[in-house]
């Protein structure tokens, strides 16, 4: 399977504690997206990457959240001193810079937090 | 934030065709609008996209009016697999990003 993948694809974490995510793009894929989800909302926007480099990021990610790309390959979501109203489905989408603006992003299913 | 409006939900029946609406009065020329849809428990899926002219592929057709204020996707013949959430996207030209409505939620009825 070459698709976008996430792990771990659940996660319960007691409020205060830290928790990071891994999403591993579709290999020739330069852009690489997070967005949160909660229930019986679109997905919301975080931040994206093009290849190493964090070019946008959203007025909802506060301090606690980081997101990382190393090597222009996967990526991580950090999380610090999580609370209740993190709970939520965090996903991952990859693209192709190439296709402009007729770019089409291909998400990954998901990892579901839920903070106690 | 380009805006789209669609309704809340609709119905169909399976091997009929469904025609889901999405409105989009604030589009500006280079404005791309795209269709994805997510299934119970998965991520969102890309269905299909155009500019100007009515596109189809394997999955949808998409018809954009003429002064491209509104768009319909065309599920030609629903079957269970389709019932999902369908998300009408401005793809604004400045930025990379998806904005997502709350989207319409299609049921399919046996």
């Known amino acids: 399977d070459t698709g976008v993948s996430q792990n771990p694809r659940h996660k319960i974490t007691k409020r205060g504690q830290n928790v990071t995510f891994r999403c591993d793009p579709i290999?020739?894929?330069?852009?690489l997206y997070w967005y949160r989800q909660t229930l019986g909302q679109g997905p919301e926007f975080l931040t994206y990457f093009q290849n190493e480099a964090q070019l946008e990021k959203s007025r909802l990610l506060s301090d606690r959240f980081s997101a990382e790309r190393p090597k222009g390959s996967f990526s991580t979501l950090e999380i610090q001193r999580t609370e209740q109203g993190d709970s939520a489905m965090y996903l991952c989408a990859s693209s192709s810079a190439w296709t402009g603006l007729s770019e089409t992003q291909y998400f990954g299913p998901g990892t579901r937090l839920l903070v106690l | 934030d380009a805006k789209t409006t669609q309704p809340n939900s609709m119905e169909s029946n399976e091997e009929e065709p469904v025609h889901l609406p999405c409105n989009h009065s604030?589009?500006?020329?280079?404005?791309?609008i795209h269709w994805y849809r997510q299934l119970p428990s998965q991520g969102p899926e890309y269905v299909i996209h155009g500019l100007t002219s009515n596109v189809n592929n394997r999955m949808a057709s998409l018809a954009i009016a003429e002064d491209r204020k509104s768009s319909t996707l065309i599920l030609h013949r629903a079957t269970l697999r389709d019932a999902a959430v369908y998300y009408c996207i401005l793809r604004v030209g400045a930025t990379n990003k998806l904005i997502f409505g709350t989207g319409t939620l299609l049921a399919v009825q046996p």
């Open positions: 290999s020739e894929h330069n852009r």
């Open positions: 604030t589009i500006s020329g280079t404005d791309y």
